[in-house]
C-alpha cells in the first residue's frame, strides 16, 4: 500500500495503536526506511535503519507493550505542512491503559515524518520517556 503523504502514514500509525488489526509502521516504512527515536530511554535503541530490522526489533517490543498497556486514544493531533511536501511534524498525545491496575495516562509526543515515492523514508519520534514510564512500569 503506498500512502498518499506523511499526513497520511500518521492515520496509519493512529490506526494500528488504536486498533491493534490494522497494519503497522512496518508495513509503510521503505526497504531503506529510517526510524530515529532521539529521546529513547537506555538500553533502547535510537536509530532502526530498513524495514526488515525495523520489524525484527521493534515488532516484538511493541507487541510485548500491548499486553501491558492498552492505548485508548490519540488526541491534541496537530500537523504542521512543511515547504517539503514530503515532510510533515506531528504534534500529539497518547493516552494508555495500564493493564495490571488499570491505571490511564498519557504521554505527549512529536514526530517528523518523511514519506517517499509512497513509503515512509524517515520517522523520527521525541517523545517523553518519564512520562511513558508511568504506562509500562
Known amino acids: 500500500m503506498l500512502l498518499t503523504g506523511p499526513r497520511e502514514a500518521f492515520e496509519r500509525f493512529r490506526d494500528h495503536l488504536l486498533t491493534p488489526a490494522a497494519p503497522g509502521l512496518e508495513h509503510?516504512?521503505?526497504?531503506?526506511?529510517?526510524?530515529?527515536?532521539?529521546?529513547a530511554p537506555p538500553g533502547a535503541p535510537r536509530r532502526v535503519e530498513g524495514r526488515q530490522a525495523f520489524a525484527a526489533g521493534v515488532v516484538p517490543q511493541r507487541e510485548a507493550l500491548r499486553a501491558r498497556v492498552t492505548f485508548t486514544d490519540?488526541?491534541?493531533?496537530?500537523?504542521?505542512?512543511?515547504?517539503?511536501?514530503?515532510?510533515?511534524?506531528?504534534e500529539y498525545e497518547i493516552e494508555g491503559?495500564?493493564?495490571a491496575d488499570g491505571m490511564r495516562a498519557a504521554a505527549p509526543f512529536a514526530v517528523v515524518v518523511r514519506v517517499t515515492d509512497g513509503k515512509v523514508a524517515l520517522w523520527r519520534e521525541y517523545q517523553n520517556p518519564a512520562a511513558m514510564a508511568l504506562l509500562v512500569t
Not at 509503510?28 to 529521546?39: I, M, N, R, T, Y
Open 28 to 39: 509503510f516504512l521503505a526497504d531503506d526506511g529510517v526510524v530515529e527515536s532521539p529521546f
Open 97 to 99: 491503559v495500564r493493564e
Open 74 to 90: 490519540v488526541r491534541d493531533v496537530v500537523v504542521h505542512e512543511t515547504a517539503d511536501p514530503e515532510v510533515a511534524v506531528v
